[in-house]
């Protein structure tokens, strides 16, 4: 079954995704998101009183890129998304995570396969 998402819908559960599940992709697999610390603090100014995953929402919106870099693997998984990314791969996630994301019965698993997806087009970890 194939899903079609809105861009509005893409970029909710991608932003959801970061706020339940960057901390445990980073530390569980050896990555770290990385951005240009000047686009990130460029990205803050435009928001009112933002979180960390709001800002990174910025960085996406303004056309910048988020780099996922590869740490325990020696740089073999590093990946670079856009917005257009988000856009194009969270509906590819496999459908019984993106209906637990759409039913709101999501959890840091969900999160996980949501962020692999727009990453790395596939679950490559856990």
């Known amino acids: 079954m194939k899903m079609t998402l809105t861009p509005q819908e893409s970029e909710d559960f991608f932003y959801n995704s970061l706020c339940n599940g960057l901390g445990y992709i980073e530390s569980g697999y050896e990555l770290e998101l990385t951005f240009d610390e000047d686009e990130y603090k460029q990205a803050q100014s435009k928001l009112e009183s933002p979180c960390y995953e709001d800002v990174l929402m910025q960085i996406l919106r303004d056309g910048k890129a988020l780099t996922l870099v590869d740490i325990g693997c020696e740089g073999e998984y590093t990946s670079?998304?856009?917005?257009?990314?988000?856009?194009?791969?969270?509906?590819?996630?496999?459908?019984?995570?993106?209906?637990?994301?759409?039913?709101?019965?999501?959890?840091?698993?969900?999160?996980?396969?949501?962020?692999?997806?727009?990453?790395?087009k596939e679950t490559i970890f856990g």
């Open 80 to 120: 670079v998304i856009v917005m257009s990314d988000v856009h194009e791969r969270v509906q590819d996630t496999p459908i019984r995570h993106l209906m637990d994301a759409i039913n709101e019965n999501d959890d840091a698993v969900t999160a996980d396969v949501i962020l692999q997806q727009v990453f790395f």
